[in-house]
């Protein structure tokens, strides 16, 4: 049982270059999630999606942008690459909003 | 949107020291409650939930009873040890979909 898979697990990037930070979860849960956490903080929320073709913003989407065109993936764009943006970035799976989440291993981004 | 306020760490304990990591929760409504606790260089893993009132949530020797009237979700364990040190994240089950975290609580639990 894969759960959640989040690729790369490390990247840099410099100034202004783009990418995208993958993540697909095999369980078919309907809520997908998105965070950032900085270095000693709690986890910050990008955005989410409730379904397929459903995206929302979180509380810090600016920078970010997301689509899932599909139950399974959920991946996670960066146009153009900030040191603000370096962070660890968490996907998360949930199965009904009154379900707990599971979590990817996270992806190390730094942006110099 | 439903939110929690935990205390602010880092707790730093003694090895078989008692444990407790205050939360408190807003909530719409009774969400289903969850302690998350996430071990250095992972993703958080679910510790404990209870989905309503009066329910223990129980696992690994932690325990946390969701309370409706003072709308608390307080963690505890009768005897850390030094594994358990990690961050510990208080959430209320979300009712749009769109879950906020607090800002964790880090343990440190010295030998």
């Known amino acids: 049982n894969a759960g959640v898979t989040q690729t790369p697990k490390f990247r840099i990037l410099k100034i202004g270059q783009s990418m995208t930070l993958q993540c697909t979860q095999d369980m078919n849960h309907n809520y997908m999630y998105w965070y950032r956490q900085d270095p000693g903080m709690g986890l910050k929320l990008i955005y989410y999606?409730?379904?397929?073709?459903?995206?929302d913003k979180g509380e810090v989407p600016n920078g970010y942008n997301v689509s899932r065109s599909t139950t399974e993936d959920f991946p996670l764009r960066l146009e153009l690459a900030a040191p603000s943006q370096t962070s660890v970035y968490f996907c998360?799976?949930?199965?009904?909003?009154?379900?707990?989440?599971?979590f990817g291993n996270g992806t190390r981004l730094t942006v110099t | 949107g439903n939110s929690v306020t935990q205390m602010e760490g880092p707790v730093t304990l003694s090895e078989e020291a008692f444990l407790t990591i205050n939360c408190t929760y807003t909530a719409t409504g009774y969400p289903s409650l969850f302690w998350y606790v996430q071990y250095p260089g992972e993703g958080l893993q679910l510790l404990l939930k209870a989905t309503k009132a009066d329910d223990k949530g129980s696992n690994k020797g932690f325990e946390a009873t969701y309370r409706k009237e003072t709308t608390s979700f307080h963690l505890e364990k009768g005897s850390v040890q030094v594994s358990d040190s990690a961050v510990y994240f208080c959430a209320p089950a979300s009712n749009t979909g769109k879950l906020i975290f607090g800002q964790g609580t880090t343990l440190q639990v010295k030998p």
């Open positions: 998360a799976s949930g199965q009904t909003l009154d379900s707990p989440l599971h």
């Open positions: 999606s409730v379904g397929a073709g459903i995206t």
